[in-house]
């Protein structure tokens, strides 16, 4: 999926709990679940960050040049104004395209 095409309101939005708990059943289960997505989302929104970072990054480089170099300022506010990974993994939730399995369901315990 690629993050940055993806259009989510950022404004404040009422939830009903009972429409994010309807696939798994248990309200806790779904915020460990939306947790764990959202931590996927940022670490690969990090890691994209640090690799195009990586192509500015010289050996000479001094202070006077990391200050003035437009071009990675401009791409750091780019990844700043991008929806928070919270925003994004509850959205793909609600589409249901976020895979999961609870191993102890399939026991009969949790």
Do not use: C, W
């Not at 940055?4 to 679940?33: C, F, M, P, S, W």
Request: hydrophobic share 35%; proline share 3%.
């Amino acid at each position: 999926m690629d993050i940055k095409k993806v259009k989510i309101e950022t404004t404040a939005i009422t939830r009903n709990l009972n429409d994010l708990d309807a696939q798994t059943g248990n309200i806790y289960e779904t915020i460990v679940l939306l947790s764990k997505r959202s931590d996927q989302i940022a670490i690969e929104l990090r890691d994209e960050l640090h690799e195009k970072l990586k192509e500015f990054s010289g050996i000479n480089d001094n202070l006077e040049e990391i200050f003035e170099n437009r071009e990675q300022i401009e791409m750091a506010r780019s990844y700043e104004q991008l929806p928070k990974p919270t925003l994004l993994s509850i959205s793909e939730f609600q589409k249901g395209k976020v895979y999961y399995k609870n191993p102890n369901k399939d026991l009969g315990e949790f």
